[in-house]
């Protein structure tokens, strides 16, 4: 199956809007996505950070629900979606 590309801030909205979807998720205020190099040395892509409301470090409770969201998630539209680098 064919990957749809997108730019970094498209990307990064659709993460969101899933993340946003999950229990736990609701008070996420922003996703940050980041090309990484791939094993065979082709550009894709991470999540590499969550802020959400009221953020209270790793030690949250809430931490659990999120670090699962964002691996749900990246799993997800990785499957669908490559990161368009130009």
């Given at each position: 199956?064919?990957?749809?590309?997108?730019?970094?801030?498209e990307?990064?909205?659709?993460?969101?809007?899933?993340?946003?979807?999950?229990?736990?998720?609701?008070?996420?205020?922003?996703?940050?996505?980041?090309?990484?190099?791939?094993?065979?040395?082709?550009?894709?892509?991470?999540?590499?950070?969550?802020?959400?409301?009221?953020?209270?470090?790793?030690?949250?409770?809430?931490?659990?629900?999120?670090?699962?969201?964002?691996?749900?998630?990246?799993?997800?539209?990785?499957?669908?979606?490559?990161?368009?680098i130009?």
């Amino acid at each position: 199956m064919r990957k749809v590309s997108l730019f970094k801030r498209e990307l990064e909205q659709a993460a969101l809007v899933e993340i946003r979807a999950l229990y736990g998720c609701e008070g996420v205020t922003s996703v940050t996505v980041d090309p990484v190099a791939d094993a065979f040395c082709d550009f894709n892509w991470e999540i590499t950070a969550v802020r959400r409301n009221g953020d209270r470090g790793p030690a949250d409770p809430a931490q659990r629900d999120l670090d699962r969201a964002v691996t749900a998630t990246h799993k997800k539209l990785r499957q669908v979606y490559a990161l368009r680098i130009t």
